[in-house]
């Protein structure tokens, strides 16, 4: 059985235990380790694959996962790192937004591999049926409001004046930590990690499985996941980057961990991908040669898209980055060419403007944009700066059809090196 406390030591995976002693404790024998997941969007994002990571790290060391979606606890909201209260979602956004996030937990772990085989449950089915009065007498009755009081989720909430805390919310603590027994009585599990801000919700639980079963249980917090410059990683200006290829395309993932700055790419070589201490030193001592080259970011994009989006996306992503540096453009989809250039201007025009005689391209150069005049088009494609599909334009009198398209409905068009419009033919 692997060493994972050292692991997670090395990698600066590990924030807060709840013993200084628990890598003796993990190195005596497999434990049953659990973390969860509420679905309050219908797909995990960037700032989920610590946990994941974490747990999968387990896994592989020997230890048995439990993957935890809150199907109860989502119908609440953790006020855990949040100003302000959440927008309670409906049962029909729930059960949608676990359908989405089900198949994305299930890429990251093992759930055929005998003892250490992974679990994944939903804690409505043991929370749902449990009547009001009930979980009052024989939870509540339990849980000190002094010591929920001193808890930081919950302090902050209240000394925010514009804030506050509802009851709803308050509650939230009590449905955590009666997971972890639940999951301890129904699974064996001693120990559950979480980001840092789950320390509250963690400890309560394990106070719970104490004053209930006389038991001593253990946790772990992860560092939360933040740039070099104290900002929140996974995020853009569109917003978060989600591990949905419909919310961000495979090349638009890809494209994130590229562009990551020097400064975050060692840490996130060690969160997030398998690479052992040597390979993340020779990559990074690679990568000082020549920061330019993005060597340790291209190795960082490549372990993540394959884990997250599989080979094949992987492959299209790398094919659609060489795409925006000049590679001919075939074979791809609109929604593909529409991620690569998401920024680039763009125009419709009817589909019936490529039939019959075709569009003249001096004149698709104007529609588009890159040129102003006839004259100025001409003068580009005489000059060699023209590019159809990245691919040149020698032909003064091209006439544009139906088979120039570079996808089902795109035309690609480039002047010089980088200047680059879609022309897009619709009904």
Known sequence: MQDIFAQLQWRGLIHQTTDPNLGDWLRQRP?????GFDPTADSLHVGHLVALMTLRRFQ?????????????????????GKTEERQLLSWETLQANIAG??????????????????L??????????????DFLRDVGKHVPVSVMLTKESVKTRLERPEGGL?????????????????????????????????????????????????????????????????????KTETGAVWLSPQRTSPYQFYQYWINLPDADVATCLRFFTELD???????????????SRREAQKLLARELTRLVHGPEALAAA???????????IEHLTDTELEAIFADVPSRTLPKSRLL?????????????????????????????????????VEDMELRLGPEHLASQTILVLRTGKKNYALLRFGE
């Open 277 to 291: 201490a040597a390979e993340i030193q020779a990559a990074m001592a690679d990568h000082q040669k020549d920061p």
């Open 31 to 35: 434990r049953t380790v659990y973390a």
């Open 356 to 392: 019959n005689q075709g569009l003249w391209i001096v004149e698709a150069l104007c529609e588009a944009g890159l040129a102003k005049t006839r004259s100025e088009a001409r003068r580009l494609i005489s000059q060699g700066g023209v590019y159809l599909n990245n691919r040149r």
């Open 166 to 234: 509802s009851y709803t919310e308050f509650s939230y603590m009590l449905l955590q930590a009666y997971d972890f027994v639940y999951l301890y009585k129904k699974y064996g599990c001693e120990l559950q990690i979480g980001g840092s801000d789950q320390w509250g919700n963690i400890t309560a639980g394990i106070d719970l499985a104490r004053r209930l079963c006389g038991v001593q249980l253990y946790g772990l917090t992860c560092p939360l996941l933040t740039r070099s410059d104290g900002t929140k990683m996974g």
């Open 101 to 118: 996030m089900e198949p994305q937990l299930r890429r990251f772990l093992d759930f055929e591999s005998g003892p250490s085989s992974a």
């Open 60 to 80: 592989k060391a020997g230890h048995r996962p439990i993957v935890v979606i809150g199907g109860a606890t989502g119908m609440i909201g953790d006020p855990s």
């Open 318 to 328: 790398q094919r659609a980055s060489e795409i925006l540096f000049g590679a001919e």
């Open 120 to 133: 994944l449950v939903n804690n409505y089915d043991w929370i749902g049926p449990i009547r009001f009065l």
